[in-house]
């Protein structure tokens, strides 16, 4: 059974740091590009950030270009989120998901961890 | 930069009647890069349909997608108490990675 387990979201000050990490099992996770979507109260689904299969390629939204930045450890089956900087409008919950081979769509999600940055 | 709308914003209809839900592009979209997702409060999204019209696996054949060019369609034949919930279009992009429409709440009427 394919499982996508998101973990560390916390409660975080302006200007602070926080790091996301997606555990991933039930799949070859080392053949998937892997993602972050979040979604502030309230609003819709924001595509965040991707990284593909072995890690050398990664996109951003501008939204979060500098300071969010995607990882992989395929020897762990997981995905990190590293956010920098973090700012009231990065309030979300954030979830992983992962894509199929050649589809660009995703078809499993992590349940979400939750990222509150307020002083 | 290509924008997805979505429309109605809300959509109020009863369990056993026919939702129509649209997904407007603002410029030509390639079939094989649309998706659709539910959403509810408290879940993580759902994948529902891919390449505009295929649905995923364990998707009741209720639903279904159509659609090219700038104007798709995700259509629920006969609603079902458990359908209400909010959904979104999704597009790929080479150069702009995914967008997401800013979604549809379907209520029940």
């Known amino acids: 059974e394919v499982q996508l387990v998101d973990s560390g979201g916390d409660l975080v000050q302006p200007g602070g740091s926080l790091r996301l990490s997606c555990a991933a099992s039930g799949f070859t996770f080392n053949t998937h590009s892997m993602h972050w979507v979040r979604q502030a109260p309230g609003k819709g689904l924001e595509y965040v950030s991707a990284?593909?299969?072995?890690?050398?390629?990664?996109f951003y939204a501008d939204s979060v270009k500098g300071r969010f930045t995607i990882s992989r450890d395929n020897s762990r089956n997981t995905v990190y989120l590293q956010m920098a900087n973090l700012r009231a409008e990065d309030t979300a919950m954030y979830y992983c998901?992962?894509?199929?081979?050649?589809?660009?769509?995703?078809?499993?999600w992590g349940q979400g961890t939750p990222v509150t940055v307020s002083s | 930069e290509i924008v997805l709308t979505q429309s109605p914003g809300t959509l109020s209809l009863s369990p056993g009647e026919r939702a129509t839900l649209s997904c407007r592009a603002s410029q030509s979209v390639s079939s094989s890069y649309l998706a659709w997702y539910q959403h509810k409060p408290g879940q993580a999204p759902r994948l529902l349909i891919f390449?505009?019209?295929n649905r995923a696996t364990g998707i009741p054949d209720r639903f279904s997608g159509s659609g090219s060019g700038t104007d798709f369609t995700l259509t629920i034949s006969r609603l079902e108490p458990e359908d209400f919930a909010v959904y979104y279009c999704?597009?790929?992009?080479?150069?702009?990675?995914?967008?997401f429409g800013q979604g549809t709440k379907l209520e029940i009427k």
């Open positions: 990284i593909n299969s072995n890690g050398d390629t990664t």
């Open positions: 390449g505009a019209s």
């Open positions: 998901a992962r894509s199929e081979p050649g589809r660009f769509s995703f078809d499993y």
């Open positions: 999704q597009k790929y992009g080479t150069s702009t990675g995914y967008t």
